[in-house]
T-cell receptor, first 109, second 110 residues
Framework: SQTIHQWPATLVQPVGSPLSLECTVE??????LYWYRQAAGRGLQLLFY??????ISSEVPQNLSASRPQDRQFILSSKKLLLSDSGFYLC????????FGQGTRLTVV | GQQVMQIPQYQHVQEGEDFTTYCNSS?????IQWYKQRPGGHPVFLIQ???SGEVKKQKRLTFQFGEAKKNSSLHITATQTTDVGTYFC??????????WGAGTKLIIKP
C-alpha cells in the first residue's frame, strides 16, 4: 500500500533562516506530488505541484521553492524565511485524489 | 479562474442535530471529492463522486453531486463528537487540477 512520509512534524525557525522540508512517498511510482500551505483556521493553498522528476509548477509567487530530485521525493525550501511563512505545510500525492502527509507546523519567530 | 465556493464557513450544532455543507463550482467538474480534517490533523480523503446526480452514503454521511456536476453537498445525520472537524470539498477540473473549497468547520456546542 502507498504511504507518505513528511518531516519534521513541528519546526520553529528564526526570521531569515533557511528552510528545507522533505516528503517521500512509498508504494507508487511517478505520482503527482503537491505542497500545500494552510494558515491557522483557513483553507488549503496550493504552493507547488510536480508531475515528474525535475518538473515543478508554482501556483503562488513567493520566497519558497520546490524540487523533485527523485521520483518519490519532494522538497520545499526557502533561503530566508519571513514571518508570513508561518503555517501548516502539507505534502500530498495522488493523480486525481489527494493523500496527505501528517504535515509540518512551521512557526517563524 | 475556476473557483469552488463552500458554505457555511462554520456551523455550530448540538450533538444529535444534523449538519450540512454545500459546494458550488463556477464550472462543470469531472468529479467532486470530500475530505475531513480533524483539529490538529491533516485532511483525509472521504469519498469521490463522479456521475451526474450521484448519491453515496457512508453510515451517517450522505454525499450528493448535482445534475449539472457543478454543486455538491455533504449531510451528516445526528452528529456525534467524533464528527468534529473541518470538511473540505475539492472539485477536479477539466485539466485535472483539484480546486478546493474553503472548508466548513463543524463545531459541537457543549
Amino acid at each position: 500500500s502507498q504511504t507518505i512520509h513528511q518531516w519534521p512534524a513541528t519546526l520553529v525557525q528564526p526570521v531569515g533562516s533557511p528552510l528545507s522540508l522533505e516528503c517521500t512517498v512509498e508504494g507508487t511510482s511517478n505520482p503527482n506530488l503537491y505542497w500545500y500551505r494552510q494558515a491557522a483556521g483557513r483553507g488549503l493553498q496550493l504552493l507547488f505541484y510536480s508531475v515528474g522528476i525535475g518538473q515543478i509548477s508554482s501556483e503562488v509567487p513567493q520566497n519558497l521553492s520546490a524540487s523533485r530530485p527523485q521520483d518519490r521525493q519532494f522538497i520545499l525550501s526557502s533561503k530566508k524565511l519571513l514571518l508570513s511563512d508561518s503555517g501548516f505545510y502539507l505534502c500530498a500525492w495522488g493523480n486525481t485524489e489527494a493523500f496527505f502527509g501528517q504535515g509540518t507546523r512551521l512557526t517563524v519567530v | 479562474g475556476q473557483q469552488v465556493m463552500q458554505i457555511p464557513q462554520y456551523q455550530h450544532v448540538q450533538e444529535g442535530e444534523d449538519f450540512t455543507t454545500y459546494c458550488n463550482s463556477s464550472t462543470t467538474l469531472s468529479n467532486i471529492q470530500w475530505y475531513k480534517q480533524r483539529p490538529g490533523g491533516h485532511p483525509v480523503f472521504l469519498i469521490q463522486l463522479v456521475k451526474s446526480g450521484e448519491v453515496k452514503k457512508q453510515k451517517r454521511l450522505t454525499f450528493q453531486f448535482g445534475e449539472a456536476k457543478k454543486n455538491s453537498s455533504l449531510h451528516i445525520t445526528a452528529t456525534q463528537t467524533t464528527d468534529v472537524g473541518t470538511y473540505f470539498c475539492a472539485g477536479l477540473s477539466s485539466n485535472y487540477q483539484l480546486i478546493w473549497g474553503a472548508g466548513t468547520k463543524l463545531i459541537i456546542k457543549p
